[in-house]
């Protein structure tokens, strides 16, 4: 798992494991400094996350982990209620560590968390309360016209009771906003706009990333059983 920091991949990561009911652990989470460590038992197919941190610092270690640690998947998670700038970052860092030879196949679910995480936002920002909350949307509004990233009309935001600030866009126009059609074609991608704090929302996102692995396994050992066909019958005639 990648992404900056505050993005929700932590949040994301434990919602998955131990569910709303366990939020008043969640809620307690500190920054990750290094990384998270967990075994994810999922149906069809079992997996390993290391949830990488995403300080600034510790960025230029996520090559280190993709050249030293087997990846078969990239979750990248991205909160989409920050300024404008921080989403360029984000998109800036996503399609450095996608050009990881290592990744060529890999699968990537990129998560655009609709969560913000209300305490650092606030204190990156200094913005409190509706007016500031009316003031940051239209200045995302603003830079995301002024800069076109992307062609989409606005749309409508639509609101939750536990979000500080809403995204001014949707699914479509954040995949074009961060050019999820410039990944390698031999990826498999998906994007999902989610709340990382919904259980089910974030157990949709490790489902998919099982299936596909498990497909991926599975395709794997089919062209083993292949190569393996077509040597036995290279030796076959080989010794007639």
């Given at each position: 798992m990648f992404g900056l920091e505050r993005a929700g991949k932590t949040h994301m990561l434990y919602n998955n494991l131990v569910g709303e009911g366990g939020m008043h652990t969640i809620k307690k989470l500190k920054e990750t400094l290094g990384m998270n460590y967990e075994h994810v038992i999922e149906?069809?197919?079992n997996f390993d996350v290391w949830d990488i941190s995403g300080n600034p610092q510790l960025r230029k270690n996520w090559s280190l982990y993709i050249k030293n640690v087997p990846v078969?998947?990239?979750?990248?998670?991205?909160?989409v209620s920050e300024e404008i700038e921080r989403l360029r970052e984000s998109k800036k860092w996503?399609?450095?560590?996608?050009?990881e030879q290592a990744l060529n196949d890999c699968i990537v679910a990129v998560v655009f968390?609709?969560?913000p995480n209300l305490q650092a936002n606030q204190a990156q920002s200094g913005f409190t309360g509706k007016d500031s909350t009316m003031k940051k949307d239209q200045t995302l509004k603003s830079g995301y016209e002024s800069q076109n990233m992307a062609t989409a009309a606005m749309q409508k935001p639509v609101k939750k009771k536990d979000q500080w600030v809403e995204s001014p866009f949707n699914q479509e126009q954040l995949e074009k906003i961060f050019a999820l059609n410039k990944l390698k074609k031999t990826?498999?991608?998906q994007s999902f706009l989610i709340d990382?704090?919904?259980q089910k929302a974030c157990e949709k996102?490790?489902?998919?990333?099982s299936a596909r692995l498990?497909?991926?396994?599975k395709q794997k050992a089919k062209r083993e059983r292949q190569q393996a066909a077509a040597a036995q019958s290279e030796n076959t005639d080989a010794s007639k």
């Open positions: 149906s069809p197919q078969a998947g990239v979750i990248y998670v991205v909160n996503l399609h450095m560590i996608m050009n968390n609709s969560k990826m498999i991608k990382v704090g919904e996102v490790f489902q998919w990333v498990d497909s991926k396994i």
